[in-house]
């Protein structure tokens, strides 16, 4: 009876002993899920977090960096230096006013000459006939005069005691007054070929200097500057020497008469000359957007001659504010220039803007900016209108 007793307790204890293993074994079982669960999720939450990471660093990425800068703002007084060519104050071709050969030529090029100086005979012997001719007529003329006067009075004298018809008395009469107009006319032609004699002698018009000879002794010189005729002689005044600048429009309110300027010749290193604006055309060109300017600079020792390139420097004193921006700074696009300023948020404004002077490295603004924008340095051609962007360290660029 023991014996099964105690079987039967060895049979529960065994039973309880597998129960207690099944137990662990479950609860094991529930561990390794729950960690198998805790593992997948932390996997899922670091590639989910990595992923999120991943798409904001390619968002940043694809914000594109860039560094701005400020306008500089222009002094008040400035100078403008534009390129020219140096004129003659005065300078005229001398033709001849009637036909011949050239008998004598007495100034060549390069001789300064003062006005009414004798430059060139002419021999004209069809002009010294016909003068001979015209005085004879002239004679003439004046002895029919003579004649048809003295017949006019006789006939009036006979005409009071009646020994003569009225009619003949006006018929001579009318002789004389016709005698009068022939020798008016014989005069004139007179005048005109003594006019045309005189035309013989070249004199200088006024005083200068002879920068051209285009005749020689024995040259048919022909009257006039039409078909074959040519200029004998050029005649230039060159003190004081004449310059003509074009102004740009946007400089022209500092343009008025009395502005100083300086010369500089690259022919005459370290020479300096002075003048000063004496007109302007007060018109600005529609075609060039300029103003013409008249500049006279004193030449007593005539270094500068005409033809010569120089540079002209104008003293302005701009009244309102000039910026400049450096030249990297725009964006040239079918529509005009453009400044890619970045505004609040960071986002990029493509501004439209006017264009002054070129300095090389940089150009001056006229409208269209502000000293405070912030102008994105070498813009992108891809950058767009109200695109985001990120200012790189350090700042703005003075």
């Known amino acids: 009876m023991e014996q099964q007793l105690l079987e039967v307790q ?39 977090s990595e992923r999120h990471a991943l798409a904001k660093e390619t968002e940043e990425i694809a914000i594109p960096s860039v560094e701005v800068v400020h306008p500089t703002v222009e002094p008040p007084q400035s100078e403008l230096e ?39 005979d002419i021999e004209t012997p069809e002009v010294d006939q016909e003068l001979m001719q015209a005085r004879a007529a002239r004679d003439q003329a004046l002895e029919q005069l003579k004649l048809a006067q003295s017949s006019a009075k006789r006939w009036e004298n006979l005409q009071k005691m009646d020994a003569v018809t009225q009619q003949e008395t006006d018929e001579r009469s009318s002789s004389y007054t016709q005698g009068e ?41 022909n009257a006039g500057n039409g078909g074959p005729a040519q200029e004998l002689f050029i005649i230039a005044q060159i003190d004081p020497i004449r310059i003509y600048v074009n102004v740009p429009e946007a400089d022209s309110p500092s343009i008025h008469k009395g502005v100083r300027v300086d010369i500089q010749v690259p022919e005459l290193v370290g020479e300096h000359f002075t003048g000063s604006v004496v007109r302007t055309a007060d018109a600005i060109d529609p075609a060039t957007r300029t103003l013409n300017t008249e500049i006279d600079v ?20 701009h009244q309102i504010q000039r910026l400049t921006v450096p030249t990297n700074a725009l964006l040239f696009r ?21 264009i002054g002077r070129d300095f090389g490295t940089a150009v ?19 950058l767009e209108d109200g695109q985001v962007v990120r200012i790189a360290q350090g700042g703005a660029k003075q």
């Open 181 to 221: 107009a022939s020798l008016n006319a014989a005069t004139a032609n007179l005048r005109r070929l003594e006019q045309l004699e005189s035309f013989k002698h070249i004199y200088a018009p006024f005083s200068g200097v002879l920068t051209t000879r285009n005749t020689d002794i024995g040259v048919l010189v």
């Open 364 to 382: 001056e603004i006229l409208s269209g900016l502000e000293q405070s924008d912030a102008i994105v340095l070498s813009p992108s051609d891809s």
């Open 334 to 354: 079918a529509e005009g220039p453009r400044a890619a300023v970045v505004g609040s948020g960071s986002k990029v404004q493509l501004r439209p803007v006017a």
């Open 10 to 48: 060895e049979r529960d204890r065994q039973q309880e002993q597998h129960r207690q293993t099944r137990k662990k074994g479950y609860l094991l079982a529930l561990i390794l899920g729950l960690a198998f669960i805790v593992v997948a999720a932390v996997g899922i939450g670091i590639r989910l």
């Open 298 to 317: 004193p030449n007593p020792k005539g270094e500068l001659l005409p033809g010569s390139y120089a540079q002209v420097h104008l003293a302005l004193k």
């Open 82 to 120: 534009l390129p020219s060519t140096l004129q003659a104050n005065i300078e005229s071709p001398i033709y001849a006013r009637t036909t011949g050969y050239l008998a004598r030529w007495y100034k060549d090029i390069g001789s300064k000459v003062r006005k009414g100086e004798l430059l060139a």
